[in-house]
């Protein structure tokens, strides 16, 4: 109970307007770094899980890597596109649409599969799961105009071990 309270206050104050482009620029500039290091076991978000994404830039198609925070569920996962609230969607989006082919590295189990955007009948379990994961999410939310999007990332057959 307590530190739930603690992570949810947390959330709030990482959330909030003034302090997330902060901490945003300093999880994308140390989170890389920690999961290349540890093989993805650690990064510096700690608590969030993190995965580093990699894709196929849209306009340069040079490969991108990024570190997002990560929805597990069913043995797939699930980044969104909030971009701490900016009112433009982030370039990793993009990139996905236009091709879905992608490798990330997660919990020190590299994968290789395919993105695929959630339509609105799909969004809610996962919207439901990542607020349980980041509450701060919900500010996100009211403070953008544009819909946050959610992408599944599926693994290819070859990655699932029984």
């Not at 302090?19 to 076991?41: E, N, V, Y």
């Not at 989006?93 to 082919?101: E, G």
Request: charged residues 20%.
């Amino acid at each position: 109970m307590i530190r739930d309270y603690v992570w949810r206050r947390f959330s709030a104050f990482v959330s909030h307007p003034m302090i997330t482009p902060l901490a945003m620029k300093l999880a994308t500039t140390l989170d890389p770094l920690f999961l290349r290091w540890s093989g993805g076991r650690y990064y510096f978000s700690f608590v969030i899980p993190v995965l580093l994404l990699k894709c196929v830039g849209a306009k340069t198609g040079k490969l991108r890597e990024v570190p997002l925070l990560y929805v597990p569920h069913d043995q797939k996962h699930y980044v969104l596109g909030s971009h701490g609230a900016l009112p433009t969607e982030p370039a990793w989006c993009f990139n996905l649409r236009k091709t879905p082919d992608v490798t990330w590295l997660a919990k020190g189990v590299l994968c290789r599969g395919s993105a695929r955007e959630l339509n609105d009948n799909e969004r809610s379990l996962i919207w439901s799961k990542a607020l349980e994961i980041y509450p701060g999410y919900a500010n996100y939310k009211n403070r953008l105009s544009r819909a946050i999007p959610i992408f599944e990332l599926s693994p290819s057959l070859s990655d699932f071990k029984e």
